[in-house]
C-alpha cells in the first residue's frame, strides 16, 4: 500500500490595507480536515465535473447544468433531481434524494447510474428509460462496469462476481481459501495499480488479478474497540521475505470460462500495467522482476492466454518503476506511447506491436506528468508536463506528426484537465498561490480557453500569514530545492521566532508547489498564528523533478534527503529572524522517518520533533516499495543498517514525540515499538502516543485532536 | 493473576551530626531494583535461610552455616560445596559451581537437591550417597517435590508429568488440546492459589488441578520482538463473561490412576485450599461459588473421588474469599483450625472434621495473618498477627487448651518466622524502620531470643531525606489511616514543595508499616532528593486492618479509596511547606486506577499523574477478582459504570501519563487504549508511554529506565 500523506490547502495573500472583519484567529477547526469549520476555508469549486459528449457537466444543487463556451452564453440546465425522478421506472423508495447519487457512465454515454442502497440503475437520459438495473451490492467492493456492454464487475471478500443488467449474481471465481483473493489490486498499490479489473474495451471480456497470498506471513493487528479484543490478521509481506504470487485470468461471461495468461515462473514477480489492445483481442503487461531493475513488455492473446510477443526490455542499474500501460494511438492503434524515464526524465516514446521503437516523442529536462488523449482524429497529443516549471504543471499539446508543442494552459499554477467525448475540447481546472480555483474550457481548435468558474479566496475576511516560495541550492550547488516558508502573523523583523520544519521528502511526492496557497496545510498556519515559522522544502528524492533527482537516495534512504533538508536549515540559521536554538521537525510517515533521521543525525539542531507513522527499520517494511529503494536486506545489509533509526536510539538527545496508530497496515506499529524498545535499551527517551483503531492516518474528527496534540508538544518544549 | 505491586526498601534515619562521606545524591542506579549499584543499599541479611532438624541454616560463601542459639557460640560450618563436591558421585561437569544450587529438602530431611542443568540429585548429607536422580527437565515447569518418596511431579506444556528418582518420566496426563490444562495454579492465582499439584502427605498420591479452558475467549497479545511480529494468544476471562472449569485429579503413581473428586456442578466455581487430611485418605476443597458469596467446606475420598462430607458453609453479603486450607492439630488429626473472617477481622476457628464448630480460638479487633504450625507436641500454636499493632507483624504463641497467648517477637517491626523441625525454634527475621533486619532464633520453651545477626545500615554513609511515619482519621473521624510521609532533602521549613503522592489502594496491600525505612520506595527518595514530598497513605480497602475496613470498597471500587487519599492530600494541604498548586500522583496496577481516580474525581485539584497499568474499567478485568470485588457487569452496571475511567475521560485537566507492557496479561494494555480512545473521542490530552514487550511490571534493567521516565514527566510538568 502506496505511502499516502495528508497535503490540505490553505493560504496567504497578504494584500496591505486589506481589512479584515472576522476569523482571527483560525482555529485547528477551521484548518484540519475533520474540523467543524474546516468547510469553511474550502474554495467553492464545481462539483462532480465530467464531460458528456462535449458539454461540460457539474452538479449544482440539485440540478446538473452544462458549462458555458463563452462570455456570452450562461450556464444551462442539463437536467435536474426532480427530471429525474419523475420519469425513472424505479420504486419510490429507490429514487435518488441528491445528485451524489448520480453518476454519469461516460463522455460518450447518454446513461446515468443511480445508486440507491444496495442497487444501481442505468437511466438512460434521452428515452428515459432504466436500460439495466443491479441488486444485492450491498457487501460489493471494487465495483467495475463495462463499456460497451451493462456488465459490472465487483469483489464481495475475497471472490470476483459480475451482473449483466438483469440483477443476477454470477461467481467469477469461488474461492473458499481467504489466503487467495480475486478482482482487487494487487503489489499493495505500487506501480500505478489501483483495481484489480479490467474490461475489455467492447465490454465482453473481463481481465482480472488473482493473488496468491497463503504464503505471505500473517501479520497480527489487533482491534481493541471490542470488549474482548479482536485479531485483524493481514498478509503482510516485508523486504526480502516471501511474497504472493500474482497472476491474471481472462474471463468470458457468455462461456462463463476464465483463461489464465501464460505468465510463468518465477511467481514471485510484478505483473503491472495490464492494459487491453484496441480490437480487445491482446492483453498487455509489463513484467517487472522480484529485484525491480528489469521490466519488459508484453503481449498474450486474451483468448488462449499465450504469450504473442516480448516486444521490448528495459533496465536500469537502480530500479524501473513503471507507472503507466501502452497508450494505443487513436489514429493507428498498431502503434502506442510508452513512458520511459530511460534518458533521466519521464518521457514519451511511440513504439509499433512488434515493439520496435519508432521515436522518442517527447524530451528535455523535465517530466510528463500524465497523459490526456487525442484531438478527434488522433492528430495531437494531449498531455500534462513539468515543462513550465518543476513547481507547476501545464497542459499540452503536440502534433504528433510535425513535433509542434503548444502550452494549452495560460494562467500560472497547477492545472488539471479531461477531454471531451471527442477530443475537441479539454476542461481546465487550476489553482495557483493567489488564486483559489478557476475551471475553464479550452477549445483544441482555437486554443483558446474560456474561464467560466471563479472561486472567491475562502479566507477573504481572515488576515493570514505570509507564505513565500522560494528555493535554494543543494550543497553541491547543482540543484536547486524548492521551499515554502510561512512567516508568524505579524512578524516582526527584529524578533527571533522558533521554526517548525514540515516534512515529507519520500518518493512520488511533491509539497511546495505553485498551488492554492502553495500547499501551505492548515497546521502551518496554526502554527504560525501561534508564533512559530513554519517552513517546508522538497529534497532529492522527491517527485517530477526527473529521475536522477528522484533515484540518488537509492540503498540509502534518509541520508540524501537528511543532506538537503539540513541545508534548508542552514538557509534558515541565515534568517535574522530565525531562532537556532529552537527549531523542531514534524513529519508523517516517510516524513515521520525524516523527522527521526533529522533527530537522530542532527541531535544538536533538532531540539523537538514530531514523528507520525515513521519506519524506523526499512526491514519492517515491505517488499514492493523497500526493495525498490532499498533492495533487500539481504542485498544491501549496509544500507539497512546506516538507514535504521532503531540502531540510532542512543543518539536521541532532544524531545521527540512518535505516534502511531495501533491498526496502521502500511507502516506497522512494530517500527515505532521497535524503537521504543531500542530507546529504552540504550537508555534515551522519546515519548509516545497511540490513535487506537487508526490507520497510517488519523482521519475524521481525531485528526483535530492530533493536531492539538501535535501544537501542544511543542509548546511544552519549543516555544 | 493477582494484582502484583513492586515495593522495595530504602531508608530515613536522619541522625544530628552523622557525617557522610559519599553517595550523595543517590541515583535512580542505587534505589531502583535493576540499578547497577542496587545492590550496595539491600540490607545484608543471611541468604537461603532455613531448617535443618533443630539446626537454623544459612549460605555464607561457600559454606553451609549453622547459627548460633546463644550468644556464648559462634556460627558452625555444617558443610562446605567443596564437601559436596568431593563426595557426590555424578559427572564432574554436573557438579554444582555455587550453593545458590542446592536446596534443603525440608527440616525433617537430610537430603539436599543439587540442580545442575537438566538434571536434580537428590544427596544425602549423611551417608554422602545419591538418593534420586532427575532427568531432562530443561522445560519442566511448576516442580513440585513428595516427601516421604523420591516422586516429582511437574509440567510441561499443558501436560502433567512425574519422577520417581531413577530418571524416568511417567505421563499423567496427555491432553493435546492446548486449552486443557494440568498441574498448574488455576484461577488466576486467587484465594491463596500459587500451585497446581499436591502431594499427600505420605507422598504416595498427587492431587492436581486440570482447568479446561477451551470455553474462555481467546485474548491477542503480541510479541514485536520478532522481525514479523507474533501472536501470543492467552486465554483472558473478563468479568460476566464464560469462566473455565476446573476439576481436581487424584494420580495414583502405582496403579498409574487417576480418579477426579466428584465436584458436579455447576461447573463454572472455585475449587480452593486443596488439602489433605494428615492420614492421606481424604481432601478438603472449600468450594466457592461463581458469585463469591458462599463458602463451602467439603471433604472427598482420594480413592474414590466420592464425596465424604459437607462440612460446614460460610456465607457474607458481600464475598467470601478463602486463602487458607484447614489446619489439622498435631496433637489431634479429627481437629483442625479455619480461618475466616466472619467476625469481621481474620481469626482462627477449632473446627472437628464432621464440621462441627468447637471453639474461637483467637478474637479481638485485629487480623490473625497467618499460622506457622506447632510445638513438640501440638499444645502451643505459633502465628503471626498484627495485634500489637495494624503496621507491624509479630510472632505469637497460644497455648491451645488455657488460650494463654504470648508475643514472642521482642523488637518493634515487621516479623517472619519459620519453626524448627520438632517446633521447638523459631527463627525470627525482622526489620522496622531504624532497623535494617535482624536475624534470631527464639526457644519457644524459654520464650528467649538470641539475635544471630544484626545488618548494617546500608545508607551509612549517605544523608538521606527525612522519613515520617503517622496517621490520620477517615473523613467521619472514626478509622485511622496510616500514612508515610517524606521530606525533601534538605529540607527547609519556610519553602513551599512539590507533592507526590505514590498510591496503590487495592486490596491485599499494606504500603505503609514499620518496616525497614517504613517500607519507603527508593523513588520515593530520589523524588525527595530532587525537592519533591513523597506521601503516601493506605486508605480502606486494603490489608491487615479487618474485613469490614477492606470490603467497604464492595461494587464501587476506587471511590471510598479516593475519598480516604482526599483526606491524606486535607492533611498535606494543612502542613506549611505544601505547595498546594504543585501536587502530584503515581501510581502502578491498581494504584494506576487510583492514580486516575484522583485526577479526573479531584482534577482540580492533581496538576500531574502518572498512571502505570492502570485498570480503567472493570469490565476488561478478570472474572476472580473483578467479580468478587465488583460482582459482574450484569449485576452492577451502576458500579462499573461508576467506577470506569474511560467515562471519566472528558474529565482529564492536568497532566496525565499512562504507561503499559504490551504485553500485560494481567492488566491488557486495552485498558489504557480504551481510555485514550474515550479521550481522544472528548477532546482532552493524557499522554501516554508502551513498554515493548514488558507485563504488568517492568522488570530488570527496564526499571531503571521506568523511573527515569516518570521522574522527567514530573520535573516536565510541576517542578
Redesign the interface.
Known amino acids: 500500500m502506496r505511502f499516502t500523506h495528508f497535503i490540505f490547502l490553505a493560504t496567504s495573500l497578504l494584500l496591505p490595507m486589506k481589512s479584515y472583519s472576522q476569523d482571527i484567529p483560525l482555529t485547528l477547526e477551521d484548518l484540519i480536515p475533520g474540523g467543524k469549520t474546516y468547510y469553511k476555508y474550502r474554495a467553492e469549486m464545481p462539483r462532480q465535473l465530467t464531460w458528456y459528449g462535449e458539454n461540460l457537466v457539474y452538479a449544482k444543487g440539485d440540478s446538473l447544468m452544462i458549462a458555458p463556451y463563452t462570455d456570452k452564453e450562461k450556464p444551462k440546465v442539463l437536467l435536474t433531481l426532480a427530471d429525474i425522478n419523475n420519469s425513472i421506472q424505479i420504486d419510490q423508495s429507490q429514487k435518488p434524494g441528491s445528485l451524489n447519487r448520480v453518476q454519469f457512465v461516460s463522455p460518450q454515454s447518454h446513461l446515468l447510474r443511480i445508486v440507491s442502497g444496495g442497487s444501481i440503475y442505468l437511466y438512460d437520459m434521452v428515452t428515459k428509460t432504466v436500460k439495466a438495473e443491479y441488486k444485492s451490492l450491498e457487501k460489493a467492493e471494487n465495483r467495475d462496469w463495462a463499456e460497451g456492454t451493462d456488465y459490472m464487475a465487483y469483489t464481495k471478500d475475497n471472490n470476483l462476481y459480475i451482473q449483466d443488467g438483469k440483477g443476477k449474481e454470477i461467481a467469477v471465481t469461488n474461492e473458499s481459501n481467504k489466503g487467495v483473493v480475486s478482482g482487487q489490486t494487487v503489489h499493495r498499490n505500487e506501480f500505478g495499480i489501483d483495481k484489480g479489473t479490467f474490461w475489455s474495451p467492447q465490454g465482453d471480456l473481463l481481465a482480472f488479478y488473482k493473488m496468491d497470498e497463503t504464503m505471505v506471513?500473517?501479520?497480527?493487528l489487533?482491534d481493541?474497540?471490542a470488549?474482548?479484543?479482536?485479531?485483524k490478521?493481514i498478509k503482510?509481506p516485508?523486504a526480502g521475505?516471501k511474497s504472493h504470487h500474482v497472476t491474471i485470468g481472462i474471463y468470458n461471461p457468455v462461456t462463463n470460462n476464465t483463461v489464465f495468461l501464460n505468465t510463468g515462473t518465477p511467481k514471485e514477480k510484478y505483473l503491472t500495467n495490464v492494459t487491453w489492445s484496441p480490437d480487445g483481442k491482446s492483453v498487455y503487461i509489463a513484467e517487472l522482476n522480484r529485484g525491480q531493475d528489469t521490466c519488459v513488455l508484453k503481449s498474450y492473446n486474451a483468448a488462449s492466454g499465450k504469450l504473442e510477443a516480448t516486444l521490448f526490455t528495459e533496465t536500469h542499474k537502480k530500479y524501473v518503476e513503471p507507472e503507466h500501460g501502452a497508450i494505443f494511438l487513436k489514429s493507428d492503434p498498431s502503434k502506442f506511447l510508452w513512458f520511459s524515464k530511460r534518458d533521466g526524465f519521464n518521457h514519451l516514446y511511440l513504439y509499433d506491436v512488434s515493439g520496435k521503437l519508432i521515436r522518442q516523442i517527447t524530451s528535455g529536462s523535465w517530466d510528463v506528468l500524465s497523459v490526456l488523449g487525442f484531438d478527434e482524429k488522433g492528430e495531437n497529443l494531449f498531455y500534462l508536463s513539468a515543462e513550465a516549471s518543476p513547481i507547476e504543471k501545464h497542459i499540452y499539446k503536440l502534433d504528433l506528426k510535425t513535433g509542434k508543442k503548444i502550452q494549452l494552459s495560460k494562467e500560472e499554477g497547477m492545472h488539471s484537465a479531461m477531454l471531451s467525448a471527442s477530443g475537441r475540447y479539454i476542461s481546465d481546472v487550476y489553482n495557483s498561490q493567489y488564486n483559489a480555483g478557476k475551471a475553464a474550457i479550452t477549445d483544441t481548435k482555437t486554443n483558446k480557453t474560456h474561464i467560466f468558474h471563479s472561486a472567491k479566496d475562502p479566507f477573504r475576511n481572515t488576515k493570514l500569514p505570509e507564505i513565500t516560495l522560494g528555493s535554494i541550492k543543494t550543497d553541491d550547488g547543482k540543484t536547486d530545492l524548492y521551499y515554502r516558508l510561512v512567516k508568524p502573523l505579524n512578524f516582526d523583523p527584529n524578533k527571533k521566532y522558533p521554526v517548525v520544519v514540515y516534512v515529507y521528502g519520500g518518493p512520488h511526492s511533491q509539497m511546495v508547489n505553485n498551488s492554492w496557497m502553495a500547499q501551505t496545510r492548515g497546521w502551518e498556519i496554526y502554527m504560525a498564528e501561534k508564533g512559530y515559522i513554519a517552513f517546508s522544502l522538497d529534497n532529492r528524492g522527491t517527485s517530477n523533478r526527473g529521475f536522477d533527482f528522484e533515484n540518488i537516495t537509492h540503498r540509502q534512504l534518509g541520508v540524501v534527503e537528511t543532506k538537503d533538508q539540513m541545508s534548508g536549515v542552514a538557509y534558515l540559521k541565515s534568517l535574522p529572524y530565525v531562532d537556532a536554538d529552537r527549531i523542531g521537525v514534524h513529519g508523517w510517515s516517510f516524513g515521520g522517518f525524516m523527522t527521526m533521521n533529522l533527530m537522530l543525525r542532527h541531535s544538536d539542531v533538532f531540539k523537538v520533533g514530531v514523528a507520525g507513522g515513521p519506519v524506523t527499520d526499512w526491514?519492517?517494511y515491505e517488499i514492493m516499495y523497500g526493495e525498490r529503494y532499498m533492495d533487500s536486506p539481504q542485498e544491501n545489509p549496509e544500507g539497512y543498517k546506516e538507514t535504521s533509526m532503531v540502531n540510532r536510539a542512543s543518539d536521541l538527545k532532544g524531545r521527540l514525540l512518535i505516534i502511531h496508530g495501533?491498526e496502521d497496515p502500511t507502516v506497522?506499529?512494530?517500527h515505532s515499538?521497535?524503537f521504543?524498545?531500542s530507546a529504552?535499551?540504550k537508555?534515551t527517551?522519546p515519548?509516545?502516543?497511540?490513535?487506537?483503531?487508526h490507520g497510517h492516518n488519523m482521519i475524521g474528527?481525531?485528526r483535530v485532536?492530533l493536531h492539538?496534540?501535535i501544537t501542544?508538544y511543542f509548546d511544552?518544549f519549543l516555544k
Chains 1, 2 share one sequence.
Open positions: 506471513t500473517d501479520y497480527p489487533v481493541i474497540s470488549r474482548v479484543a479482536r485479531l490478521d503482510y516485508m521475505m526491514k519492517y495501533d506497522v506499529m512494530q515499538l521497535q521504543i524498545k529504552i535499551g537508555g527517551h515519548d509516545f502516543f497511540v490513535y487506537p483503531g474528527r481525531d485532536h492539538e496534540h501542544r511544552d
